[in-house]
């Protein structure tokens, strides 16, 4: 298996996972926070969706986010931003989008990001997303995409579990 291969198979591991835990939420759990100082699990699948999407079209294909084109509109959320240091008073303001256009970007995104991916000769993973920026290769940016949104569907689950109990995730 392949440096590729492993991002591959590391992003549809995660998808699962977060298909699971999104499993059965009603709207009000997908925007529920247990604080004002925590994020929503919808905003989470919002912020990891748009980050996947930025590095993979914007860095890497050098080319327009998904978001920009109609995603943001569809969910109503702010057009230039992605939820990256979000003080309390824009969570507060955050527009929660319906759980199911969510998911739809969400798998959009992944579905693109999949694509581009398997199409990729794998020597290209040693390359240069961006010249201007060293040292990040094409690969180093998937690696460290694929362990951000391990990390974001684990905050959801807790998140899930505080609000509506435990989720059964089997072993693989």
């Known amino acids: 298996m392949n440096a590729r291969e492993i991002i591959i198979a590391s992003l549809n591991q995660s998808q699962g996972y977060l298909d699971r835990s999104l499993e059965g939420l009603t709207q009000e759990d997908a925007a529920w926070r247990p604080t004002d100082e925590c994020n929503s ?33 569809k969910l109503g959320t702010p057009a230039d931003e992605s939820g990256y240091g979000y003080t ?41 997303a961006r010249p201007d920026r060293p040292p990040d290769t094409i690969g180093g940016v ?26 059964d995730v089997p072993a693989h």
């Open 41 to 73: 699990i919808a905003f989470i699948v919002w912020h990891f969706a748009q980050v996947e999407d930025f590095f993979v079209n914007r860095v890497i294909r050098q080319k327009p986010r998904l978001y920009d084109e109609g995603w943001a509109g």
């Open 88 to 128: 309390v008073e824009q969570l507060r303001a955050w527009p929660v989008p319906e759980l199911e256009v969510l998911r739809a970007y969400a798998g959009a995104v992944r579905k693109n990001t999949l694509e581009f991916l398997e199409q990729l000769p794998v020597e290209k993973m040693l390359e240069l």
């Open 142 to 167: 998937m690696s460290r995409i694929a362990t951000e949104i391990a990390l974001h569907v684990g905050q959801i689950d807790y998140l899930r579990g505080q609000r509506c109990g435990f989720v």
